[in-house]
């Protein structure tokens, strides 16, 4: 069994995370709160179900909201690979196993593909940590011994913990010399209550002997109190017989007149029946003559009616007409919508014709080119138009924007042109320069700076008044833009569209708040600076105590000069690229021209087409087109309503010639198509009347010819029956009939009154029998008396042994009272049943312990050895031969280890570091003697960190070794452990998280270290 691919959906902290791959032996290296522990946990929890709340362990639920629990991949020998899936649900979670042929189990599959193991059992053989290794340092060299010989046996100390949790109890309860356990007290107890209830039992014998005479008075009691009840009964008895014994003499009486009556022949119920008879004939020789009577009426009635002959011949045509009302009434209201729909059309025709301002004929409209191509035709020339319209705006932004651009770059360079110093007075100013002792220079100097001075409150006086008319013009324009976009805010907060409000309200603060923000530095202030650092100069100048010396000021002048020189030839050149621009501009709008005059040809041919004028490039085609296409179908329906009409009225005159044609053969002259139907309706109704009417005569007529024959037949029977009942009493007539009936009576009521008799008789419950008996034995009054005397002299003698037995009990209840018998008896009956309680508690204890006891030497006879002699190579190859043999003491309960040198000791004598090396090889031979045909994987956590270096290495030598037969996972932190594994056999859970995709996190095997960026970028570092 192998654990190929764990994938983690979310566990602790691990989400998202698989460990795909898993070898023979896996090694699973982190630091301290790596995830260690954690995988640990999610491998029993998908094989054995999530930890209970209840339970003491954590359930490590993530923390992030992810989905709690996980996949795990198991290889098997018997299933191949399968897929265990388990999540949130149930206490354990809801687990899916996915087999490779596609079956799907659940809980009950995966317990029959773990054998029936669950988790503790798991972990006490197959799953070991430095907790099993580190309870060996707790315990006493006692318990030492014990504690290997239990993780041998069934992998942990449960046994021994067991053995010892029951031989306490078993000592709490009870020990053969001791005096606290409680069976001891209790027996204790007991033998001193039994000592006090024998020495109280002799004071009780007189109480023995009243006990005696009280049960003989009861006894006598009885006997007497048996005699009174059969005294009682047969008082009864006789008092009920001397009730009914008139009766019984009556009974008699009544027998013997019922025999002297001679038996009659009599019908049951004769003489009623008779009667009834009689009562039944009389009426219905009166009916049958009634019956007679009225069919000869009804033969006079039929020969009197008589329907037209024309109507019965052509009766389903005339129904046929009649019906068609309906049918016509709906073709006039046809015929009159479709002429309403005539009108209408004509009506829509003429509003179009009002719009278009053409009247032509419906044949010309008709034949106009509205086709689909031309529709196509018109939606591209509005197209066309549309964007024609578009691109002159753009093209008028352009001009205005590169005309604006044009303008600014010409009023730059004539600034900047009007500051450079003229090409005579800069050539003075450079020989002056050269000149550094000439007086004149300073007077020169002055000179240029007044013209330059001068010249520039000229430009800032025309500036102002520019900068004036353009403030006003902006103002203007701004403040239009910004009441527009104010009143579409308004407006879209009215028609609800409040988004677009805020918006274009937004954008209106916006501008107007820019206007203040974002107000560049304009010509205007630039002409001030300049001006004002020209009369700054020319003070300097005329200064003497800020003079520099005149050189310096030359200098200064012309490297002024050579800057504005330069800005200048820097001005120029852009002032040509907008030239050059803004002639394009004009050019594109020669080509815009160019389109639109041919746009502009298009549209006159195809309203020239349709016979419409052309008033300009304002005209909307679709509209246009849109119109003559509704004025064209608008003939069409209205030539669709006249062709309807028409159909429509062949179909009403069709269908009404009919009906007058048959009002005229039954001699009707209707006016209208209504009238003839309503005359045929009358005429049909009343022959339908008379045919109704007759067929009701002749119905009548047959059902009372069949009434008058079944009272025929009815008189028959009764007349039969009459004769039946005269044979049945053997007569000839109703008077012998009469006079047997009136016997046949007569002996029917004594029956009843010798049957009402009996009955009364059988109320008093007694057998016939017994009545028989006492009337032989002559009861009578007598009788009775003598057995009243009986039962109270009975009664008396009852009184007086009641009296007797009343005065025992007062005696025996007197004793009781003065004694103490009875309560030690009572606490003696009482302790001895708790005793019993309480031993048979020790004896469920002492039963388990020796099952317990019985179970473990089994194993030690039968599986021990085998577990100890694999136990035996593995402890020889960790300790390098120095120990080669592990032997169980006499006694079965401990263990020894063989030096090399022939030395034996206890376990509890050798090192703690050789004693966890014996319990790694006992925890290994046990489970390989476990489920061999299909071996559960080996899960360890850091177990041989007290081993030295060489004992470490040959332990993880026997994990190579013992992995070739089963798959070991072993997890540790400790560095210098991985030396002794190749890179592929580990897995390094400091390494970053690899992303297969925006689902699944792999951790890879360990080949280099890794980092992750944030745009799942993998950076080896080196």
């Known amino acids: 069994m192998i654990i190929k691919d764990l994938h983690v959906y979310g566990y602790g902290k691990l989400e998202n995370q698989r ?23 999610f491998i029993h929890s998908m094989l054995f179900g999530f930890p209970t709340k209840v339970q003491n362990e954590p359930r490590y639920e993530p923390k992030m909201h992810a989905k709690y629990g996980g996949r795990l991949s198991l290889i098997t020998k018997n299933d191949g690979e ?34 029936g193991v669950d988790k503790n059992y798991y972990q006490a053989i197959f799953s070991f940590d430095l907790q099993g290794l580190q309870g060996l340092h707790t315990l006493s060299e006692g318990t030492m011994s014990k504690y290997l010989l239990s993780a041998g046996l069934i992998g942990n100390d449960k046994l021994l913990e067991g053995e010892t949790k029951l031989q306490r109890e078993l000592d709490l309860r009870f020990k053969p010399s001791g005096q606290k356990p409680l069976l001891n007290v209790r027996l204790k107890e007991l033998k001193e209550l039994q000592k006090k209830v024998k020495a109280s039992e002799e004071e009780q014998q007189s109480y023995t002997a009243l006990l005696q005479e009280e049960a003989k008075l009861k006894k006598e009691l009885s006997k007497v109190t048996i005699e009174i009840q059969e005294i009682e009964e047969d008082l009864v008895n006789v008092s009920t017989f001397l009730r009914i014994k008139p009766l019984v003499e009556e009974q008699r009486e009544l027998e013997t007149e019922i025999s002297e009556i001679p038996d009659v022949s009599f019908p049951v119920d004769g003489l009623k029946r008779l009667e009834q008879f009689q009562a039944v004939g009389m009426p219905m020789k009166a009916q049958l003559a009634a019956l007679t009577e009225k069919v000869d009426k009804l033969e006079v009635k039929l020969t009197e009616i008589e329907i037209n002959p024309f109507i019965k ?28 729909e005539r009108l209408l059309e004509e009506k829509n025709i003429e509003k179009v014709k009002q719009e278009l301002f053409l009247d032509v004929s419906d044949d010309e409209i008709r034949k106009l080119d509205i086709s689909t191509f031309m529709k196509e035709k018109v939606k591209r020339a509005e197209r066309e138009k549309h964007q024609l319209q578009n691109n002159k705006k753009q093209l008028d932004e352009k001009y205005g924007l590169q005309k604006d651009s044009l303008e600014t770059t010409e009023s730059r360079l004539k600034e900047i042109k009007a500051q450079l110093l003229p090409d005579e007075k800069r050539i003075e100013l450079e020989s002056l320069y050269n000149k550094q002792n000439n007086i004149e220079f300073e007077a020169a100097q002055t000179l240029i700076l007044d013209e330059q001075i001068l010249e520039l409150e000229k430009q800032l006086a025309l500036q102002r008044k520019k900068e004036a008319h353009n403030r006003k013009r902006s103002l203007i324009m701004n403040g239009s833009l910004i009441v527009l976009l104010c009143l579409g805010a308004i407006g879209s907060y009215f028609s609800e569209q409040i988004l677009l409000g805020i918006i274009l309200l937004a954008m209106a603060v916006l501008f107007a708040v820019s206007r203040h923000l974002f107000k560049g530095e304009d010509i205007l202030s630039g002409y001030i600076r300049q001006l004002d650092e020209m009369k700054r100069k020319r003070a300097a100048i005329g200064s003497e105590t800020n003079r520099v010396s005149e050189g310096e000021s030359m200098g200064r002048l012309l490297e002024l000069d050579q800057r504005l020189q330069r800005r200048f030839e820097s001005e120029k050149f852009k002032y040509e690229e907008r030239e050059e621009a803004f002639e394009s501009t004009i050019q594109e709008y020669a080509t815009w021209e160019a389109s ?3 746009l502009d040809k298009e549209v006159r041919s195809i309203l020239s087409g349709w016979g419409l004028s052309y008033p300009g490039m304002e005209i909307n085609l679709e509209s246009v087109f849109e119109l003559l296409e509704k004025w064209k179908e608008a003939v069409d329906r209205k030539y669709e309503a006249i062709k309807m009409h028409n159909f429509l009225h062949a179909e009403f005159e069709g269908k009404s010639k009919a009906l007058f044609h048959f009002a005229h053969r039954l001699d009707f002259e209707p006016s209208t198509w209504r009238e003839a139907i309503g005359l045929l309706k009358r005429e049909m109704n009343k022959a339908v009347e008379f045919s109704v009417q007759l067929i009701q005569w002749m119905q009548e007529r047959s059902h009372l010819a069949n009434e008058i024959e079944q009272l025929t037949m009815e008189k028959g029977y009764l007349d039969a029956e009459m004769e039946k009942l005269f044979k049945l009493a053997k007569v000839k007539d109703e008077e012998e009939f009469r006079q047997d009936a009136a016997l046949s009576e007569k002996k029917i009521a004594l029956q009843k009154q010798l049957d009402l008799i009996t009955i009364q008789i059988g109320q008093s419950r007694m057998l016939p029998e017994q009545i028989q008996t006492y009337l032989k034995q002559g009861i009578n009054t007598y009788t009775f008396e003598n057995s009243e005397r009986k039962r109270k002299d009975s009664v008396k003698v009852k009184s007086l042994l009641l009296e007797k037995q009343a005065d025992a009990k007062h005696k025996i209840k007197q004793l009781e009272v003065s004694g103490i018998y009875d309560d ?15 031993a048979k508690e020790w004896a469920k204890l002492a039963i388990a312990k020796s099952l317990l006891n019985k179970t473990l030497d089994r194993y030690k006879r039968e599986r021990l050895p085998k577990v100890i002699a694999d136990a035996e190579r593995h402890f020889s190859f960790l300790t390098n031969g120095s120990y080669h043999k592990i032997i169980l003491d006499q006694s079965g309960e401990g263990i020894w280890v063989q030096r090399s040198d022939g030395l034996s000791f206890r376990v509890e004598e050798v090192s703690r570091g050789t004693a966890e090396q014996i319990y790694v090889s006992l925890r290994l031979a046990l489970a390989d003697h476990t489920f061999e045909n299909d071996p559960f994987p080996l899960i360890i956590d850091d177990s041989f960190v ?12 026997l994990l190579k070794k013992v992995s070739e037969k089963r798959q070991i996972l072993f997890f540790t932190c400790h560095r210098y452990i991985m030396e002794y594994f190749s890179e592929n056999q580990v897995i390094r859970l400091s390494s970053p998280v690899l992303r297969q995709d925006m689902n699944d996190l792999i951790i890879p095997k360990y080949n280099g270290l890794l980092t992750i960026n944030k745009e799942s970028e993998v950076i080896e570092n080196e």
């Not at 460990?19 to 946990?41: A, D, H, R, W, Y």
């Not at 030690?824 to 309480?838: P, S, T």
């Open 19 to 41: 460990f795909p791959e898993l070898g023979q032996l896996q090694v699973f290296f982190g630091e301290n709160e790596s995830g260690k522990s954690t995988i640990m946990s």
């Open 82 to 115: 399968i897929v265990i899936e388990r999540v949130k649900g149930k206490a354990t979670g809801d687990v899916k196993l996915t087999f490779e042929d596609g079956r799907v189990g659940g809980e009950e599959e995966l317990n029959e593909i773990l054998h």
């Open 313 to 340: 011949e052509h009766k389903e045509q005339i129904e046929h007409a009649i019906d068609q009302g309906t049918l016509l009434e709906k073709l006039e209201l046809d015929i009159r919508k479709a002429e309403h």
């Open 596 to 598: 639109r005059d041919r």
């Open 824 to 838: 030690l008896l009572h606490r003696f009956y009482e302790e001895k049943a708790a005793f019993n309680e309480e």
């Open 946 to 957: 007290n081993f030295d270096a060489e004992r470490t290495k040959r332990m993880l030598e």
